[in-house]
């Protein structure tokens, strides 16, 4: 049977550990394993031995914020065992802390011989996905050196520097080599009878250009420290007391987003916490996921919002450049601080590939200066949504093609709408779009833009001639936009059009994306809306990305007919800003119920199946992020589209 994974995480840094604390640094599979800072393993081995030989696992690690286990020495039902090792784990910004206790169970004096064997291999997280690729790294040393208490494993590469040191109180009576690169801090523990000892392991990680973290003394106090954070970020928001279930989908979504933000910089160099996509595989910040995820939260939690337009604003792009796919005006679609990032090796240090962050950041700007008033913003970031909204008339099509278009991007992502896989943007007979695509959802969001660009430009800027051109466009597309994505047949919209205006005709649950923006009118709207619900779309745990009955639709497919809670959240949003909340609470119970199911918290996506296939509980989707800031915003998103209803 394959161990679990669990996964401590603390800004951006975590932690994956199996069932009993170890790290194994196992390459490949569907989730990395290690200590994970900036997109680089600061930890591939972290191995415990008790007398030369791995413990048997008698408490596995639970899910949580801390990572706690029991553990005895492996023996038969003759031989009680000697001792109960009890183990402790938590991670700090850049920090991993553990606490390990040796309870003797014996009357008479012990000896124990405890090993940790730890290695920092610096992988970069690309280097571990799935897909198996290898990158040169010429010239790249690797070296250890032994510390009174502990040992320091470093890396370097060119100018790139980066370091792990672990050290323990009291420290090791030795560290030795193992052959392998790694090496084992090794104890002797002398054990009165009934008695204890206890070890404390404190790593730091400092990535390349950063500082030495703080370690915290012990796991109690990261947690302490972890807990006020939580606390601090779910308290003052009004929990609807008529429906505990969406009560407590909301409180734990908060303590998710408490700690998933990771840090990043404004225009003027200010520092700023951001919400990361997710873990484990998007630690970092994408433009789409913070902007959707703000978007959610802005009713309760607005600081989101106000860190991530000037971080969003400070990483536009202000020139053209092939590899990343920048223009000018465009907002960036993903952030990476990792070695490979740093030498070019992988486009994404700052890559551009997304179709829509540039519209949902106008959305953002506007909604947030609605929500809270803070004018100030609004005039600061004047220059960065007007180059945006040059973006999208320019360089983004809506002048040229009536439409926000995009074209695959060799090395980078084929399609940069939120169905960002291969193959997602698709006919009903599953075959894929062709040429530069127009996909609906897309053009909801720029008729959002200009809609809400163009009060900002009235009533904060006082440019009236500019927020009449913005209105006249939002106008003309929404008229173009029923006149060419309409399907009548069907009455419902197209996915896309592809690169000759064909009609990508997969029913899809983008359609609803149309109804959170308002793009369609109130009778195409009520039309949609009713359409989501009806079986082949609504699984009982929420609204299909793509109809079942569709050549198209799989149920474990990431894109085509999956159940994806940011999207059902859009959804359920827009079925409430069309008056039909009899549907918006169908979608909004489906959420809750499968929250509900797994201890509150929604993962980023779902499996298809239909609600009565298995058991009445949401079948997982294999490869799922397990915290995810989109899903942990989603019944926020509820919360305002239906109340405690």
């Known amino acids: 049977m394959t161990e679990r ?72 039902r003759q ?10 784990q938590a991670v700090a910004d850049g920090a991993f802390v553990e606490a390990l206790r040796v309870t003797s169970n014996r009357p008479v004096p012990t000896t124990v011989r405890i090993a940790v064997t730890a290695d920092a291999d610096f992988s970069d997280q690309f280097e571990l996905r ?58 002797a523990l002398d054990l009165e009878p009934h008695g204890s000892e206890e070890l404390t392991l404190r790593v730091a990680a400092r990535p390349h250009g950063t500082p030495h973290p703080e370690v915290p003394a012990s796991p109690s106090a990261a947690n302490e420290q972890l807990g006020a954070l939580e606390d601090e970020f779910t308290e003052g928001v009004p929990f609807p007391t008529g429906w505990p279930e969406l009560a407590a989908a909301c409180e734990r979504g908060l303590a998710d987003l ?71 005006g465009k907002i960036v679609h993903e952030v990476r601080h990792g070695e490979l990032a740093h030498f070019g090796q992988v486009p994404y ?73 291969p193959g997602a943007i698709c006919s009903a007979d599953g075959s894929r779009a062709t040429g530069p695509v127009m996909a609906a959802g897309a053009q909801g969001y720029a008729y959002d833009a200009l809609r809400r660009t163009a009060h900002l ?17 939002a106008g003309d597309l929404r008229d173009r936009f029923q006149r060419d994505f309409w399907m009548p047949e069907r009455a419902f919209p197209a ?62 497919s990431y894109h085509r007919g999956s159940v ?11 079925l409430a800003r069309y008056g039909l909340h009899d549907e918006a609470r169908a979608v909004a119970h489906a959420l809750v119920d499968a929250a509900t199911a797994s201890g509150s918290r929604l993962p980023e996506v779902l499996a298809g199946y239909a609600r009565d296939a298995h058991r009445g509980e949401p079948v997982p989707y294999p490869h799922a992020c397990v915290r995810e800031s989109r899903s942990a915003a989603a019944p926020l998103a509820l919360l305002t589209a239906v109340g405690g209803a």
């Open 5 to 76: 994974q669990h996964l401590l995480v603390h800004g951006g840094t975590f932690a994956a550990v199996g069932d009993g604390g170890d790290i194994s640094g196992v390459r490949g599979g569907g989730s990395p394993d290690g200590l994970f800072v900036r997109d680089a393993r600061h930890l591939s081995r972290w191995q415990l031995t008790v007398d030369g030989a791995v413990p048997e696992l008698l408490s596995p690690v639970a899910d949580g914020d801390a990572a706690r286990c029991v553990l005895v020495p492996r023996g038969g």
């Open 79 to 88: 031989e009680p065992p000697a001792y109960t090792l009890f183990r402790e």
């Open 130 to 187: 799935s897909d198996h690729r290898t990158y040169a790294k010429t010239g790249a040393v690797r070296s250890r050196e032994i510390l009174d208490d502990g040992v320091e494993f470093s890396y370097r590469r060119g100018e790139w520097r980066s370091s792990t040191t672990v050290t323990a109180e009291p420290a090791p009576d030795s560290v030795e080599e193992t052959g392998t690169g790694a090496r084992r801090l090794v104890w």
């Open 258 to 328: 408490a700690v998933l933000q990771v840090p990043a910089t404004g225009p003027d160099g200010e520092e700023l916490r951001v919400p990361a996509a997710g873990v484990p595989w998007f630690l970092t910040l994408l433009g789409r996921d913070a902007l959707l995820t703000s978007l959610f939260a802005l009713p309760y939690r607005p600081q989101l919002a106000a860190a991530t337009l000037p971080a969003l604003a400070a990483a536009q792009a202000t020139a053209t450049g092939t590899g990343a796919v920048a223009q000018p």
């Open 349 to 421: 240090g700052c890559y551009y590939g997304s179709v829509d962050a540039t519209p949902l950041f106008l959305v953002l700007l506007g909604a947030y200066v609605e929500q809270t008033g803070d004018v100030a913003t609004a005039r600061r970031l004047e220059p960065h949504a007007r180059a945006a909204i040059g973006w999208m008339l320019d360089h983004g099509g809506l002048t040229s093609r009536g439409y926000l278009v995009y074209r695959a991007d060799e090395g980078g992502l084929a399609n940069q709408n939120w169905k960002d896989s």
């Open 457 to 473: 430009s009235r009533t904060v800027w006082e440019d009236e001639v500019y927020a009449a051109l913005l209105e006249q466009a």
């Open 495 to 556: 996915l896309a059009l592809d690169g000759d205006g064909n009609q990508v005709d997969a029913l899809a649950s983008d359609a609803g994306h149309l109804l959170w923006s308002g793009l369609l009118d109130k009778e195409y709207g009520e039309l949609v809306g009713r359409r989501l619900l009806e079986p082949d779309f609504f699984s009982g745990w929420g609204v299909r990305t793509v109809a079942s009955g569709q050549a198209a639709y799989h149920p474990l």
């Open 564 to 574: 994806w809670p940011h999207d059902n959240a859009l959804i359920a949003l827009g």
